[in-house]
Nanobody
């Protein structure tokens, strides 16, 4: 059974930083994409960043330069370092994983396993 557990969310002021973590277990494939996604109230879920088995990263345009995705394979943990946070970054942040097949995409519909999310609130 695949389990993804996010942590690290919270409330910060504009310009602040947070580091999210996602502890994973039960995913046995040696090749994968793992990603971070977010959903603001009243909006669709959107891709933030993803990393693959080789450590190659990809970011949504609005996050480039501010967010950094990384992974610690020894700890089975995915991270998202978020700097220069803005109020529009507010939302629920989720991690997800999918097989390393098909089109490389940040479309959340292509990801199979999801965590329960962690809330990020950025005040102005």
């Amino acid at each position: 059974q695949v389990q993804l557990v996010e942590s690290g969310g919270g409330s910060v002021q504009s310009g602040g930083s947070l580091r999210l973590s996602c502890a994973s277990s039960g995913y046995t494939s040696s090749r994968y994409y793992m990603g971070w996604f977010r959903q603001a109230p009243g909006k669709e879920r959107e891709g933030v960043a993803r990393i693959d088995t080789k450590g190659t990263t990809r970011y949504a345009d609005s996050m480039k330069g501010r967010f950094t995705i990384s992974q610690d394979n020894a700890k089975n943990t995915l991270y998202l370092q978020m700097n220069s946070l803005k109020p529009e970054d507010t939302g629920m942040y989720y991690c997800a994983v999918r097989e390393y097949v098909g089109v490389d995409s940040l479309n959340p519909k292509t990801y199979k396993y999801w965590g329960q999310g962690t809330q990020v609130t950025v005040s102005s």
